[in-house]
């Protein structure tokens, strides 16, 4: 009987701490492995977890930005790479179209697309530039004799313009973007030749001007060469009617010939078309102007 009211008592105990428990600590929850956890760390663990989610998917979220970073940097790389290859491609096509005197049809289309991007984008009035100092930079070292033999030999035909009123120009670019661009090229040459000619004018080198139109347009291409500031040159070589059936380079070549026999000294030759930097009788350091093949895309252009 003791025994069994020891239990009792026991019992007793536990009912009575248990109370005191709830009314200490407020409620409490039982867990089967019999762990009891309060109200409070239960809103704690949950916080927790929330927030390990909140990162994990934040951290997801910041992978697959990054994933797609790499695949644009990829494949702007990619894209410059094609760039690249396309200019280095149309480069070589358009030196051997300028050797072997290509019809406007064989060039291919993305090689004018690139020419025009090559305007637009700048690279274009760079390379003019670099080869006005190489020029420049070649005359600083010369000076010319006194007697007016000394000459430059400018080939004239790409660097007038068709309108040249820029504020015109730049307003009708995009009716005919190719043949626009063309123009553009065309006045960025022509600015830059200009001042060259302006230099060596004043340093008293005898200028000679030669174009491949025939003399019966004599006039109206003085009068081009004075509009656009061409002015006392020292000649102005035409094709004669018995020459409009030589070859652009065999032209250059005989009229190089004649002036040498004449007593000229060439010094140089400046064009951008190699025909006229083709043959014999060359000056003694000759300099070709970077030339995108927009005289191509032009004669395309007023052909249709």
Not at 145 to 166: E, R, T
Not at 262 to 280: E, N, Y
């Amino acid at each position: 009987m003791s025994s069994f009211t020891h239990q009792m008592e026991r019992g007793d105990s536990s009912q009575s701490l248990s109370s005191r428990g709830g009314s200490e600590l407020g409620s409490s929850y039982m867990m089967e492995s019999g762990l009891y956890i309060t109200s409070f760390a239960a809103t704690i663990l949950i916080a927790a977890l929330v927030t390990v989610g909140l990162l994990f998917v934040t951290l997801l979220i910041a992978l697959a930005a990054m994933l797609q970073s790499c695949q644009s940097k990829s494949s702007g790389v990619i894209q410059l790479q094609e760039t690249i290859d396309g200019y280095n491609y149309c480069k070589v096509f358009a030196l051997h179209g300028e050797l072997n005197a290509l019809e406007t049809d064989e060039f291919p289309r993305i090689c004018k697309i690139l020419a025009i991007q090559y305007i637009k984008e700048g690279q274009y009035r760079r390379d003019l530039n670099l080869t006005m100092s190489v020029v420049e930079t070649y005359f600083s070292s010369l000076e010319p004799q006194n007697d007016g033999l000394d000459a430059v030999l400018i080939d004239v035909d790409d660097i007038f313009l068709s309108n040249p009123s820029d504020n015109q120009l730049h307003s009708r670019l995009g009716q005919h973007d190719e043949y626009e661009w063309a123009e553009v090229a065309k006045h960025l040459k022509h600015m830059l030749v200009l001042g060259l000619y302006k230099k060596l004018q004043a340093r008293g080198w005898s200028l000679i001007l030669i174009t491949r139109k025939p003399e019966k347009q004599k006039n109206a291409v003085q009068e081009n060469l004075i509009v656009a500031g061409y002015g006392d040159w020292s000649s102005l070589i035409m094709r004669s009617d018995d020459e409009l059936q030589l070859k652009s380079w065999e032209y250059f070549s005989r009229r190089r010939a004649n002036l040498q026999k004449q007593g000229f000294r060439i010094t140089s030759v400046i064009s951008s078309q190699l025909d006229a930097l083709t043959g014999p009788c060359l000056g003694k350091r000759n300099f070709k102007l970077a030339n995108p093949i927009y005289y191509r895309i032009k004669e395309s252009i007023e052909s249709t």
